[in-house]
T-cell receptor, first 110, second 116 residues
Framework: KNEVEQSPQNLTAQEGEFITINCSYS?????LHWLQQHPGGGIVSLFM???GKKKHGRLIATINIQEKHSSLHITASHPRDSAVYICAVRLRNTGNQFYFGTGTSLTVIP | DVKVTQSSRYLVKRTGEKVFLECVQDMDHENMFWYRQDPGLGLRLIYFSYDVKMKEKGDIPEGYSVSREKKERFSLILESASTNQTSMYLC???????????????FGPGTRLTVL
């Protein structure tokens, strides 16, 4: 059983659409990260959340600690947003370890 | 600008060969990690290190070993490569446990290893 579940696994959207990717986790966490992986493998960190909501450009990330759920939203999607988006949680009391979802592959069509 | 580098982007080896994957970070981070990434399975932790000469097993350490002789360098070793170790290998580093941006793991570009 994976501690971190993401949905959907694959997502295709038209340019300009509003996109939501969901992440649910089953354990106590100290922080949740959203990562972006472009073709070729490079991974960058988009957000780190421990509560509430963060916004960066067209990206918005929210977390509900009580419901153990986080969402990543992309407004006015663009083909350059096409990537794999990965949710990762840092477990409470483990200090250094992260657990990862399997990723959501997003394709934005012009 | 933060930087994590890996010695090779693509590597092809034969079954039974000894394989070294090198990772170097220039951020003076205490923690370093080795993951493998396979379709449908996401990122899985192989080993991590929280200090020089210290190492801890992750979720899938079998068939792998690691070395951390210097703070900036973390090596992953496949003692006798097998075909089921064909995968994308990603190295990451982070500062010691804390809050805020220091919590973030910074990833290298990955090494795609094929074992024939």
């Amino acid at each position: 059983k994976n501690e971190v579940e993401q949905s959907p696994q694959n997502l295709t959207a038209q340019e300009g659409e509003f996109i939501t990717i969901n992440c649910s986790y089953s354990v106590g966490i100290s922080a949740l990260h959203w990562l972006q992986q472009h073709p070729g493998g490079g991974i960058v960190s988009l957000f780190m959340l421990s509560s509430g909501k963060k916004k960066h450009g067209r990206l918005i990330a929210t977390i509900n600690i009580q419901e153990k759920h986080s969402s990543l939203h992309i407004t006015a999607s663009h083909p350059r947003d096409s990537a794999v988006y990965i949710c990762a949680v840092r477990l409470r009391n483990t200090g250094n370890q992260f657990y990862f979802g399997t990723g959501t592959s997003l394709t934005v069509i012009p | 600008d933060v930087k994590v580098t890996q010695s090779s982007r693509y590597l092809v080896k034969r079954t039974g060969e000894k394989v070294f994957l090198e990772c170097v970070q220039d951020m003076d981070h205490e923690n370093m990690f080795w993951y493998r990434q396979d379709p449908g399975l996401g990122l899985r932790l192989i080993y991590f290190s929280y200090d020089v000469k210290m190492k801890e097993k992750g979720d899938i350490p079998e068939g792998y070993s690691v070395s951390r002789e210097k703070k900036e360098r973390f090596s992953l070793i496949l003692e006798s490569a097998s075909t089921n170790q064909t995968s994308m290998y990603l190295c990451a580093s982070s500062s010691a446990s804390g809050t805020g941006i220091r919590d973030t793991q910074y990833f290298g570009p990955g090494t795609r290893l094929t074992v024939l």
